[in-house]
C-alpha cells in the first residue's frame, strides 16, 4: 500500500521560496508518475507539476519558470521547489502517485502573505 507524506510548508512572503517534500513509502517509486496538486478555498483541485518515471516534467502554465518539481529515485522523495512565490499561490498542495492506482497524500499548507 503506497503512503505519501508531504512537508515543508508554512507562511512566506511574497517573492519568497519554499520547498516542498513528499516521502513516498511503497515498492516501486521509480515506474510511478508523481505529482503535485493544489487546491485553494472554494476552488478545484489542479495540477501544479508532474514528473515522469523518464523524469519528463509538465508544469501548469501558472508556475512554469518558477517552480521546479524532481525526484531521487534512492531516496523514494519527490520536491517541489518553489520560487518568487505570489499570493494566488497560497493553497494546500497535495502530492500524488500514479501507476494505475492514484494515491494522494494529506496535503501541507502553502500560504503566501506579508
Known amino acids: 500500500q503506497v503512503q505519501l507524506v508531504e512537508s515543508g510548508g508554512g507562511l512566506v512572503q511574497p517573492g519568497g521560496s519554499l520547498r516542498l517534500s513528499c516521502a513516498f513509502s511503497?515498492?516501486?517509486?521509480?515506474?510511478?508518475?508523481m505529482g503535485w496538486y493544489r487546491q485553494a478555498p472554494d476552488k478545484p483541485r489542479e495540477l501544479v507539476a508532474s514528473?515522469?518515471?523518464?523524469?519528463?516534467?509538465n508544469y501548469a502554465a501558472s508556475v512554469k519558470d518558477r517552480f521546479t518539481i524532481s525526484r531521487d529515485n534512492a531516496k523514494s522523495m519527490v520536491y517541489l521547489q518553489m520560487n518568487s512565490l505570489k499570493p494566488e499561490d497560497t493553497a494546500v498542495y497535495y502530492c500524488?502517485?500514479?501507476?494505475?492506482?492514484?494515491?494522494w497524500g494529506q496535503g501541507t499548507q502553502v500560504t503566501v502573505s506579508s
Open positions: 511503497g515498492s516501486a517509486f521509480s515506474a510511478y508518475v
Open positions: 514528473i515522469t518515471s523518464g523524469s519528463s516534467t
Open positions: 500524488r502517485s500514479s501507476l494505475g492506482t492514484v494515491r
